[in-house]
């Protein structure tokens, strides 16, 4: 059976993309110190770096900005957004911000004391990234069955609640300012997590009277998979889902570039007024006037409409069965992924495709430098490069237990063709695999690292 009708939407602008030739590509990987980061968005066929911000609008998100007021203070743009936020999320209070990290900034400058400690299903980077910047300790504790890549369990996402009750107990609730959960969770695979665990989750953190804030920038996602999985939910719509996923938090920060589907915007949205007044103040400081938060007008209306959107169970359908094609499609070719497939994105498995690379020379590094090679196709790393890290007390360099290389689709950009295209580029580049070689780090910053390091093929 087909996993899904095909794309509900047509095209009706089109943005050319060029595929240049292999002399063309080496040089450029080359001139790029082989961090595809670097490469020129023309230097590119098919960019699957990120489902970031790299979202396709649709008519009524342009006509929406038309309308965009760019009132300094007070804007009707403001007011529209504040509609939709309050309809979806429930919260008693929002503030806009440019992206997702602005407003996890914020939350942790208020929040966050050095030496303290938040824990998460799995940080992604930039909470991670932005706890560390305060001092504290981002802590990760998503299930155990989360670490075995092809084992199929339908809310690999979900916080492991034994755990979550043995680290507070363990450090104390004083040194927990607030308690996270990614939906999805990106960093551990784009899995889903289950109602039944936000239940849990938002349970535990209420008894020991910590608040909880939910990463939130693939929750229409994440609301969907609870509607295909989870029982109790066939006959919810995914609006309803998310309602009732909010209403167990006291928070959340929110990416809009996801499943609000936009190209900027993001905000942050809470029930406690001291918070938000305090949040109030941050955002003037850094990101700029409550109403607007560091966008424009017209920013705030593509995202009011964009949310709306990516709601919508046709577009989720179509979403989730183009994300579970392009999974059929590399097992047929033999690539191992995560499994089960998540929605923004697949993981490929590079640590078992390339077992004669060692963490220390990046296999999942070595193969998103292949792709592009083969077919201008850009992929990202997420393995020993992005997030090897130096033990404090020893100074070893810890690795993360997968070496993975993530392929995220952005929303309504690429069809049914490129994904086609995707798997022949894969089945070509693992013919050749044994021939394939490690990578050697000649610049590395402290945080964050991958996005500007340098390297070398190791000959
Ligand atoms: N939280 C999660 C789970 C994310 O995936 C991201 C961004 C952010 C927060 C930060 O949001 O980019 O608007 O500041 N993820 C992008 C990605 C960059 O490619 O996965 P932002």
Avoid at 131 to 143: T, Y
Avoid at 163 to 184: A, C, N, R, S
Avoid at 341 to 356: E, I, K, R, T
């Amino acid at each position: 059976m087909a996993h899904h009708l095909p794309e509900p939407f047509r095209i009706k602008m089109v943005e050319p993309i060029k595929l240049l030739n292999r002399d063309a590509r080496e040089a450029a990987i080359k001139r790029a110190n082989y961090n595809l980061f670097n490469l020129r968005a023309e230097e590119i066929f098919i960019d699957l770096l990120s489902d970031s911000g790299t979202n396709a609008m649709s008519q009524k998100q342009w006509a929406s900005m038309f309308e965009g007021d760019e009132t300094y203070a007070g804007s009707r743009s403001y007011f529209r957004l504040a509609e939709v936020i309050k309809d979806i999320f429930g919260f008693s209070y929002f503030l806009p911000t440019h992206q997702g990290r602005a407003a996890e900034n914020i939350l942790f400058t208020c929040l966050v004391q050095a030496g303290q400690y938040v824990p998460s299903n799995n940080h992604f980077d930039t909470t991670f990234g932005n706890i560390c910047a305060r001092g504290g300790h981002p802590v990760n504790l998503v299930i155990d069955e989360a670490h075995n890549p092809t084992l199929n369990h339908p809310f690999k996402g979900n916080m492991d609640i034994q755990k979550l009750y043995d680290f507070i107990t363990k450090v104390g609730v004083d040194q927990i300012p607030l308690g996270m959960i990614t939906v999805t969770n990106n960093a551990g695979g784009g899995q889903p997590v289950s109602m039944e665990n936000l239940r849990s989750v938002s349970k535990m953190y209420r008894e020991f009277g910590i608040p909880f804030f939910i990463d939130a920038c693939r929750y229409a996602e994440n609301a969907y998979f609870i509607k295909l999985r989870e029982p109790g939910y066939a006959d919810k719509s995914p609006l309803e889902i998310s309602r009732e996923m909010f209403a167990l938090a006291d928070g959340i920060t929110m990416s809009a570039k996801k499943d609000g589907i936009v190209n900027i915007g993001g905000f942050m949205a809470m029930n406690d007024e001291t918070l938000y007044e305090q949040a109030r103040n941050e955002l003037i400081l850094r990101e700029g006037f409550p109403t607007y938060g560091g966008l424009a007008g017209r920013d705030l209306d593509a995202m009011a409409v964009g949310l709306r959107e990516g709601l919508q169970e046709e577009y989720l359908r179509y979403r989730l069965g183009q994300t579970a094609y392009l999974a059929d499609r590399l097992r047929e070719v033999g690539i191992p992924i995560i499994e089960p497939p998540g929605a923004h994105a697949l993981y490929v498995n590079a640590g078992s495709l390339l077992p004669h690379i060692s963490k220390e020379q990046f296999p999942g590094h070595a193969l998103t430098v292949e792709l592009y090679l083969e077919g201008g196709i850009r992929t990202a790393e997420l393995g020993s490069l992005a997030f090897s890290y130096p033990d404090p007390e020893t100074g070893k360099m810890v690795h993360p237990k997968l070496e993975l290389v993530r392929l995220a689709l952005p929303r309504r950009v690429y069809t049914q063709s490129h994904l086609d295209y995707i798997a022949e580029i894969f089945s070509k580049t693992v013919a050749r695999r044994s021939e394939i070689s490690g990578y050697l780090l000649t610049y590395s910053a402290k945080l964050l690292r991958y996005f500007t390091a340098q390297l070398e093929p190791i000959k």
